[in-house]
């Protein structure tokens, strides 16, 4: 994995980090990269109720929706975690073709804290020296610089810098 590339971004603003991942790989599909993984769309839909998370798989018009509705006032996690598996299932089998330039994760939450979701995708990724560009909260990035053990590198919020991280991973 010496030659693998582990970018991330870490925006406070909610929604930020989604809209600058997806805004990158348009423009690298725009350029005819060959992109694998997923970005995440946010989709307001009532402003008494939370967005819509839903993840499109780069390089089909295919999206899986990863939120669930709890309930109005409710604090718990509303991530939908078969949502987040069927997503796994499609990026896994995009590594299984020739091999992407780039991989795009919307994010290393909870669920690749604790080993599952697309954890082991990204680390198949780096053994293929695939680069991957991911999105990390404040919250879980203690777990992510863990798993990383040192390979990761972090990137400004900004689409251009993202971008140039990108192009240099990829050459």
Not at 83 to 96: D, K, S, W
Not at 101 to 129: M, T, V
Request: glycine share 12%.
């Amino acid at each position: 994995m010496a030659g693998a590339a582990l970018g991330y971004v870490s925006a406070a603003q909610r929604g930020h980090s989604d809209g600058l991942l997806a805004g990158v790989a348009a423009t690298l599909a725009g350029e005819g990269v060959a992109l694998a993984g997923v970005v995440q769309i946010n989709t307001e839909v009532d402003p008494l109720r939370p967005c819509h998370m839903d993840l499109l798989v780069l390089g089909t018009t295919h999206t899986v929706r990863i939120s669930q509705f709890l309930g109005i006032g409710s604090k718990g996690c509303r991530l939908d975690a078969a949502g987040l598996e069927e997503a796994v299932g499609h990026v896994e089998a995009a590594l299984q073709q020739p091999f992407p330039k780039l991989l795009f994760i919307n994010k290393f939450g909870k669920q690749e804290c604790e080993g599952r979701g697309f954890r082991p995708l990204i680390g198949r990724a780096l053994e293929l020296d695939i680069p991957v560009l991911t999105a990390v909260s404040a919250l879980n990035l203690p777990r992510f610089i863990d798993f990383a053990g040192g390979m990761e590198s972090a990137l400004a919020t900004d689409h251009d810098a993202v971008l140039a991280w990108c192009r240099s991973a990829m050459s």
